[in-house]
């Protein structure tokens, strides 16, 4: 694979060492009797081992490049999609499971959070996202109320599951060799707020944070064009001066809950 011609538009930088990909896919917890999809299929280094491990692999790879060289290896149990994924409806990519399905990805940093957003917002099928991103990006995935790195992407996670990094990854295992170092995040996926308006929710914590420095009350009335007299009516005043990184996912409800009939 040293000879294929890496496109940076792709954000192509692969792994190949087996106990680190082994690794990977025992962080996603794949079994015998899961189905699996792969984002990136890249040099098939993670596809063959993914095959070994689950019942069957879906695998996207942008860069038809790769086709001839993913078709050699023969993987009896994997169907190979070359496709833009964040092009793709989730009703198309999900045709290919009956049941659930666990995601497993060496993303391109570009496309991180949009793969994250689309697969927690739009699908009913997928149990599991276990991905390689951006150290940072990880970090702001898990990070918790009152840090620095705690903003819409962190709120939105822990809405959708439970998220977890299971190891760090120095830049020096892939190639081309990028600029940053990497980690591995898990997120377990769980239906934990059924009765909650998905898009109402993501509407309402973006607001929240649509200008970090400024207090919950600022941002509702700016964002959301709740009235100051209404918010003052539903709220203490401690509340309505605090900013959004103080507030936990459990707080973020609570308020949601008492102005969700004001959002549009």
């Known amino acids: ?7 940076k538009k792709f954000g192509q930088n692969f792994l190949s060492d087996k106990n680190l990909l082994t690794s990977i896919i025992q962080d996603a917890n794949v079994g015998k009797d899961d189905d699996v999809l792969e984002i990136g299929a890249g040099g098939g280094s993670l ?3 993914l095959s070994q491990y689950a019942r069957s692999v879906v695998s996207y790879e942008i860069d038809t490049d790769l086709k001839d060289h993913l ?11 070359f496709a833009d994924i964040m092009k793709c409806d989730i009703q198309d990519i999900e045709s290919d499971f009956k049941g659930g399905y666990r995601v497993v990805a060496n993303l391109p940093y570009y496309i991180t959070t949009p793969i994250i957003f689309k697969f927690l917002t739009q699908s009913t099928k997928v149990k599991s996202l276990t991905i390689m991103v951006q150290k940072e990006v990880a970090e702001r995935i898990v990070s918790a109320c009152g840090s620095k790195d705690y903003g819409v992407l962190s709120v939105m996670v822990g809405f959708y599951g439970q998220a977890k990094i299971s190891r760090y990854v120095s830049r020096k295992m892939f190639y081309p ?6 980690a591995v995040v898990h997120i377990e996926v769980e239906n934990k707020h059924p009765d909650i308006d998905r898009d109402k929710f993501y509407s309402f ?23 100051g007299d209404t918010l003052d009516s539903l709220f203490s005043l401690e509340t309505l001066a605090k900013r959004a990184e103080s507030f936990s996912l459990d707080d973020f409800i609570d308020v949601f809950n008492k102005i969700k009939d004001y959002i549009d």
């Open 205 to 227: 914590i973006q607001s929240c944070f649509s200008m970090r420095r400024k207090i919950l009350r600022n941002n509702l009335t700016h964002a959301l064009k709740i009235k």
């Open 47 to 49: 596809t063959e081992i």
């Open 177 to 182: 060799q990028p600029n940053v170092d990497s």
């Open 1 to 7: 694979m040293l000879n294929h011609n890496f496109k």
């Open 71 to 81: 078709f050699s290896l023969g993987l009896k149990n994997t169907t190979f999609r």
